[in-house]
């Protein structure tokens, strides 16, 4: 049984390209959350979605910065003109069911993100 | 939900069991206590949770106090492995709240 797949591995984008970091949830996981890791920092929630909608967006910054999750594929996080400021190691976690029932996450293991 | 206190880092010796010291004074009476790690250049791994019970699995065990303002993660024999950041976190159920990172605490197994 894979687990939370994420890709690419490690992204090198420069300052004003755009970033897609993608996340394939575990089979039967319908529920996707996206949180960033600065350098020597702690994970920050970002935004949680279920398929087609968001959920909570709350740890989203307000501008570049968009997430997906649709009915069929992996779920898009998608940076546009990305900044030095955005370089972290973006992870993705997903779950059968929500926060609310309190389901244990599964985690990826990230998009490292490297803006220059 | 409420916060939690954890040491910054502690050291264990291979092989010896690790005791990991949560203190989560405010929690209330439907907050569960959740233990994650993450091992460097990795994802969080999910270790154990609990509400008031102690609570065992392959990974870990979990004692929580009877008032339930403390808990202990336990690794039972520790190795080189092992060595991460572990955070504990408290949260209710039946709430779409997320779930919060602090800190954690950095254990370093020796060899």
């Known amino acids: 049984n894979a687990g939370v797949m994420q890709n690419p591995r490690h992204l090198v984008r420069r300052r004003g390209q755009e970033a897609r970091l993608r996340c394939s949830p575990m089979?039967?996981?319908?529920?996707v959350y996206w949180y960033r890791q600065l350098p020597e920092e702690g994970l920050k929630f970002m935004v949680y979605l279920q398929k087609e909608n968001i959920i909570d967006e709350s740890g989203m910054p307000k501008e570049r910065f968009s997430a997906e999750f649709p009915k069929e594929g992996p779920s898009i996080l998608r940076i546009q003109q990305v900044v030095r400021g955005d370089s972290a190691a973006y992870f993705c976690?997903?779950?059968?069911?929500?926060?609310?029932?309190?389901?244990?996450?599964?985690f990826g293991n990230g998009t490292r993100l490297t803006v220059t | 939900d409420a916060k939690t206190t954890q040491p910054t880092s502690m050291d264990c010796a291979e092989g010896r069991a690790a005791n990991l010291p949560c203190n989560h004074s405010t929690i209330s009476g439907n907050e569960y206590v959740y233990w994650y790690r993450q091992i460097h250049s990795q994802g969080p791994q999910y270790i154990i949770h609990g509400l008031k019970n102690n609570e065992t699995n392959e990974m870990a065990s979990l004692i929580i106090t009877e008032d339930r303002k403390s808990s202990t993660l336990i690794l039972p024999h520790a190795t080189l492995r092992d060595t991460a950041v572990y955070y504990c976190?408290?949260?209710?159920?039946?709430?779409?709240?997320?779930?919060?990172f602090g800190k954690g605490t950095r254990l370093h197994i020796l060899p």
């Open positions: 976190i408290v949260r209710v159920m039946n709430r779409d709240d997320k779930i919060i």
């Open positions: 976690a997903s779950s059968p069911a929500g926060f609310r029932a309190g389901s244990p996450l599964h």
């Open positions: 089979k039967g996981h319908s529920h």
